[in-house]
């Protein structure tokens, strides 16, 4: 997994009128959920904002990141955890960090990537993604870009499942009877299929 810097500043003003004020100044208000726990033991949250140009190459992009995050010069490893848009203008709310360490398994949403040409897409089928990301559990170190399937084996009406994929170190946690992609049939590959049949 590549990895991305990314400079924040600690914030004091946690009201609803400083955050107002930070978006209005081109500033995401965003957290830090560390490793460090509080006397409940939940982790420990650091209240800080980032620009939305500092921001821009880790939310608008298909890849995934490790994030080096910078707090005014306290440099910690991280993972995106969750991000909230604007309903109407789509523009960054807020996005929740998670603290990594080497040996503690994370979750995070990795790409889905085909490879190959499918046996029914041949046929005249029409190779469908379903699913463009797949939830994992695994260390950080071990996450890839990408979880590459081979299709070429795949025929007319047949799908690929979560439960019939494996990635060394790494825990899928999508539901196994999720379908991760298919060949759909179209009109054209039922007409020689119906072709195919009656000149038996």
Same mark, same amino acid.
């Given at each position: 997994?590549?990895?991305?810097? @990314?400079?924040?500043?600690?914030?004091?003003?946690?009201?609803?009128?400083?955050?107002?004020?930070?978006?209005?100044?081109?500033?995401?208000?965003?957290?830090?959920?560390?490793?460090?726990?509080?006397?409940? %033991? &939940?982790?420990?949250?650091?209240?800080?904002? #980032?620009?939305?140009?500092?921001?821009? *190459?880790?939310?608008?992009?298909? =890849?995934?990141?490790?994030? *080096?995050?910078?707090?005014?010069?306290?440099? #910690?490893?991280?993972?995106?955890?969750?991000?909230?848009?604007?309903?109407?203008?789509? =523009?960054?709310?807020?996005?929740?960090?998670?603290?990594?360490?080497? =040996? /503690?398994?994370?979750?995070?949403? +990795?790409?889905?990537?085909?490879?190959?040409?499918?046996?029914?897409?041949?046929? %005249?089928?029409?190779?469908?993604?379903?699913?463009? /990301?797949?939830? #994992?559990?695994?260390?950080? *170190?071990?996450?890839?870009?990408?979880? +590459? @399937?081979?299709?070429?084996? &795949? %025929?007319?009406?047949?799908?690929?499942?979560?439960?019939?994929?494996?990635?060394?170190?790494?825990?899928?946690? *999508?539901? /196994?009877?999720?379908?991760?992609?298919?060949?759909?049939?179209?009109?054209?590959?039922?007409?020689?299929?119906?072709?195919?049949?009656?000149?038996?």
């Amino acid at each position: 997994m590549k990895s991305i810097e @990314i400079k924040g500043s600690l914030r004091t003003d946690l009201g609803k009128k400083g955050t107002r004020e930070l978006r209005k100044n081109n500033g995401v208000p965003c957290v830090l959920y560390g490793v460090k726990k509080d006397e409940n %033991g &939940l982790p420990v949250a650091t209240h800080f904002s #980032v620009t939305v140009d500092g921001l821009r *190459n880790l939310v608008y992009t298909p =890849n995934i990141y490790l994030v *080096n995050l910078d707090i005014d010069g306290t440099v #910690v490893t991280a993972i995106m955890k969750d991000i909230q848009f604007h309903p109407v203008k789509d =523009n960054i709310l807020h996005v929740d960090f998670l603290q990594v360490e080497e =040996n /503690k398994p994370v979750l995070m949403e +990795v790409p889905v990537q085909l490879e190959g040409l499918a046996e029914g897409v041949r046929a %005249g089928g029409k190779l469908a993604l379903q699913i463009r /990301k797949l939830k #994992v559990k695994a260390n950080y *170190n071990a996450i890839p870009e990408r979880l +590459v @399937i081979d299709v070429t084996p &795949l %025929g007319l009406g047949k799908t690929i499942k979560v439960g019939e994929l494996s990635y060394e170190g790494l825990e899928l946690m *999508n539901a /196994k009877d999720a379908v991760v992609c298919a060949v759909k049939l179209t009109r054209a590959a039922r007409g020689a299929a119906a072709a195919a049949a009656a000149g038996k």
